[in-house]
């Protein structure tokens, strides 16, 4: 029980700055959301300008009429609600037996700037978190980059990717190279991937490739494995930039961004890979997405260019050789002057010196840097045709990665799991050519 004397000062305190007793000191107290409004889940993301224009994606329990959002410039003071924006969401389609899902799209933003938003109906809201635009210009940034989680999600993928955050709590964006989970069509892991990041969804941006297990049906489905087209999962939690192929199968699967004097470029590449797909789509589909590519990587304006796919061109796991897909990726990335690809698929860390038509070339002639790694616990074993082309080679180990863009270089670190340095390198830009630094630690 609090004392009467410091019950009585603590009401003289209050009455000094006209405050009512009963008034909590931070404010009124909030008033509990009705059952099953409460938003959770919330995934943040960059559908169109990055400078300018973020999404919000969350779920509740129970049906709302009136999603929406807020929007405010950071503030210290506890009254900066009172200049929010107020922003009308949709809502997303939701199957039978699945909560509410949501969306708000926030626009005419400020680059380079820092804001708060939050998400509910008007009267149940979620916590503000923070966010910030890109400059509207090339400038240095840090950002991160994980392979497959996608295997006992929540229990031992948060791990790495908290990690990851810790190493990097400015990363303006997660770029996660598929096989985000094991069964795309499973909310259930979906529910694992958002809870194992917990509230950095909501305050760092994903940036999300389509793996092959994040098109597949659930096990016992006819043609669980041989679909082009993600779940409806998928779009209720990433909103993502509408600028892909002329393909109905590819929205929001390829698409590219460009983020600060580089272009992101995502490629949803199964129908390059071994899977088994209709003929006539995989042609249809194959052909959209040369076109595509040959368009956003010839009409490129940035000083750097990065490509994010799945499977690997030159893979590092037993068993796995992805010819047809190499030969038509390969030559395409180096004739427009990819300077990174960023993979998964293999279940394993390697990064590639630079390399030119299947061989290591002189650090400073024109080739690429390919990165393969894994953020999840599931591992396999190292082939070995392509160590030859290889810097570094690390398996068993769950990895992250943080790559620091400046205008003149890239700065690539990769930490695993414990934050242990297990690759680094530079890339070091004048003009249109780079310079490759090796500074790999030894295996």
Known sequence: MTPPLLTRRVALGLAAFGA???????????????????????????????ATTQSMTWETAAALTSPQGQVAKISAHPNFEASATTVQGKVNATDAGQPGSYLVTFTALEPGTRYLCRVGDGK???????????DAGPAPFRFLYVGDAQNSIKSLWSRTIRAAYAAAPDARFIASAGDLVAEGHDVRLWNEWRDGLGFISATVPSLPVVGNHDLHRPPGTADAKNVLSVSPLWHRLFDLPDNGPDAAEMKGQSYFMDYQGARFVVV????????????????RVWDAQIVWLNKVLSNNP???????????????AKGRDYQDMRAVLGPLYEKHGVDMVLLGHDHLYSRSHKVAQG??????????IYAI??????????????????????????????????????????????????????????GKSSTYVNQAPRA
């Open 359 to 368: 061989r290591v070339v002189d650090p400073a002639a024109a080739g690429i």
């Open 373 to 430: 790694s894994v953020s999840g616990p599931k591992m396999y074993k190292v082939d070995e045709p392509n160590r030859k082309l290889m810097a570094q080679v690390v398996d068993q180990t769950q990895c992250f990665q943080v790559i620091e863009v400046a205008p003149d270089v890239i700065k690539y670190l990769a930490q695993d799991a414990d934050g242990v340095v297990v690759d680094r390198f530079e890339l070091r830009k004048s």
């Open 20 to 50: 009512s007793p009963a008034a909590n000191l931070l404010g009124a107290p909030a008033i509990p959301a009705p059952a099953g409004h409460a938003p959770e889940r919330m995934v943040l993301t960059m559908p169109g300008n990055p």
């Open 302 to 316: 940035n000083q750097w260019t990065i490509v994010l796919q799945h499977q690997p061109l030159y893979a590092m």
């Open 124 to 134: 149940a809201w979620s916590e503000w978190t923070a966010f910030r635009t890109a």
């Open 268 to 283: 949803d590449v199964n129908v390059y890979a071994n899977e088994e797909f209709d003929p006539a789509a995989k042609q």
